[in-house]
Each structure stands twice: as C-alpha cells, then as structure tokens.
C-alpha cells in the first residue's frame, strides 16, 4: 500500500525566496511532471543546494524549486516538505531556523536540516519540533532516508519510503521509551519508604556522589574503543546520563556539542538521542541567557533523582558502573 500524491504540476516561481531581486532558479525549467511528493530545496550555498539536489536525484524525488539563504533572504518559506543544507553561520539563521520551527508547529509542515559540526548548537537552539530531522555531516544515505521520512506523513508512516531509515527512527523512540521507563521505576522504587531506609542505614557507609568519580567510569568505558569495535558496546544514552551528572555535581553547563561528542557516536545520532531523549522529558533544554542562539542541556529533575539513586546503590555494592 502507498501514499495517493497528487501530481506535481504546479510552479513555485521562488520570488518569495529571491535573493536581492535575483531568482535562485528558473521557475520553467524546474517543472516536474510526475507523480509523487516533491521536495523544495533550501541551502546556504551553491554546494550546498546541490548536494541537496543530488539526494533528491539519487532517491527519485522532484523537486519544486530551490532557495538560496543568505542575507538577502526575504523570510519566506514553501508550504510543503523542505530539505535544508547549511554550511556556515550567519545573522539569517536568527530568523530562518525559529521560523522553520514555527510553520513546524502551526502547519505541520517537515524538513530535514544538514549542518556542519560548528552549527550542532546553533542548530538543537531554534529548530527543535519533531517534524525537523537534524543530521551533522550526513552520509549520502543518511541524507536520502532524511528525506524520504519527510516525505512520508508523521502519524501515518508506511514502509514503502526509506523503511530502513525509519525502522531506526523507530528504534531510536522505542530504546528512550524504554529507558524512560526504567527511570521512572526507579524513581518510584527511591519514593519507597524501605528504600529511603536503606539509604539512611547505609549513608555512614557510602559516600556522596563524587563528579571524579564518575569520569573515571566514563574514561572507562571508552577505553573499549581500544580493544573493540566501538560500535560493539555503542550506547549513547547511558554515555550522556553519566555526563550529565558529572556536570550536574560539578556545577557546569553542557552545550549540545559537547554531549555529542559524549556520547561517543556519529554526531546524527547524538543529536536524535538528544532530541528524542529531550521530547521525553528525560533531557531538559535550559536557554543561554548570554546567547540566545544556544542551549544547554541538563538531566531532568527526576531522571537526576534516578541515575543518583542508581549509582548510590551501585557504591553500596561496591559494582563498578561500566
């Protein structure tokens, strides 16, 4: 079973989208006769908006016109699925990426978005609603199933476009489901009055949470790396809690880039754990008063409660967390 789409015989002529009065495409020549979603291309360069061009060939998917973003920008977008390259900073995303965002939440419209390692914060700041995939330096495949889940209604995905790249996506919300779950147990089992017992009987014996410590499990852990396949022991969600303790006890602030580079994975998949791990209220997003084009990251107060009453317990025992 596949989606019905109407045929693509409209013209966006992109005046809207124009760039100091010069059209960024011939509105005739982008003229697709066939049937299928299209997709309309936005990039901050000419490499940019042909890389873009290049996934959408490669995936068979029209496209219905293309946009170069830069200061002459006019604040316009197109009404349907938008795939987006950007490679460098710049004034315009303090108006592109929020307003990404807003036809996101008031239209329910999607994009994927493509950035390059330096506009990771920049990026998780403004453009964080569920319909924008966000990729850093994507693979070529990555970048075609982006666009084929964009492509594919939200709330009603079939398998018939990008299946693998949504089995993963699918993947991804169960495991959080599952830690979530995990977490709230916990927090249950640490309401408990036998559990507040225990920790009062056993406090002489352990000692506080120790921010050293804790690094020390996380150097741990990526000494594995030296001896295994990192992908063997990959697990970017228990990498990042242990960060976001770290720092909670430490008293520091976490940017988005650095619990990618925590969570010791491809920076695309830091960033959809981040995002899908945020959206269940596990990660809480906490604004920069000194930038507003950036956000830190911190651990929920409840997941805080958990992963300290995990580890309280683990000392108890005398386990090392690996």
């Not at 291309?41 to 496209?63: K, M």
């Not at 790249?165 to 408990?192: F, H, M, W």
């Not at 559990?195 to 056993?202: F, G, H, I, S, T």
Request: aromatic share 6%.
């Amino acid at each position: 079973m596949a989606f019905a789409f109407p045929a693509l015989v409209s013209i966006h002529f992109g005046g809207d989208l124009a760039v100091g009065g010069d059209m960024t495409h011939d509105a005739l020549a982008m003229v697709e006769y066939r049937t299928g979603p299209a997709v309309f291309i936005i990039g901050d360069s000419e490499a940019a908006v042909t890389r873009a061009r290049a996934t959408a060939a490669l995936s068979d998917i029209p496209v219905s016109g293309t946009a170069r973003l830069d200061e002459g920008w006019s604040g316009a977008l197109p009404s349907g699925p938008t795939l987006v390259e950007l490679d460098r900073d710049g004034p315009y995303l303090d108006t592109f990426l929020p307003r990404l965002t807003a036809e996101a939440e008031i239209h329910n419209r999607s994009a994927a978005i493509a950035v390059s390692e330096a506009l990771i914060d920049r990026l998780f700041a403004s453009a964080w609603h569920p319909n924008i995939l966000l990729a850093c330096n994507p693979s070529d495949d990555q970048r075609g199933e982006d666009l084929a889940a964009i492509l594919t209604p939200r709330d009603a995905r079939l398998h018939d476009i990008g299946r693998q790249g949504q089995d993963v996506l699918n993947k991804l919300s169960q495991d959080v489901g599952r830690i979530a779950a995990t977490l709230a147990s916990l927090a249950e089992e640490e309401r408990t009055a036998a559990l507040v017992q225990a920790e009062r009987e056993d406090e002489v014996d352990v000692p506080d949470l120790d921010p050293a410590a804790i690094r020390a499990l996380i150097r741990a852990r990526r000494l594995r790396d030296h001896y295994f396949h990192g992908a063997l022991f990959a697990d970017p969600a228990w990498d990042m809690l242990l960060d976001l303790m770290a720092a909670r006890l430490e008293g520091m602030k976490v940017a988005v880039s650095s619990l990618c580079i925590a969570a010791a994975v491809p920076a695309t998949t830091a960033l959809r754990w981040i995002k899908e791990l945020t959206e269940r209220g596990l990660f809480v997003r906490v604004a920069d008063p000194a930038d507003g084009r950036r956000v830190f990251i911190t651990l929920s107060e409840e997941t805080a409660r958990s992963l300290a009453a995990y580890l309280r317990a683990v000392q108890r025992i005398g386990a090392p967390v690996i």
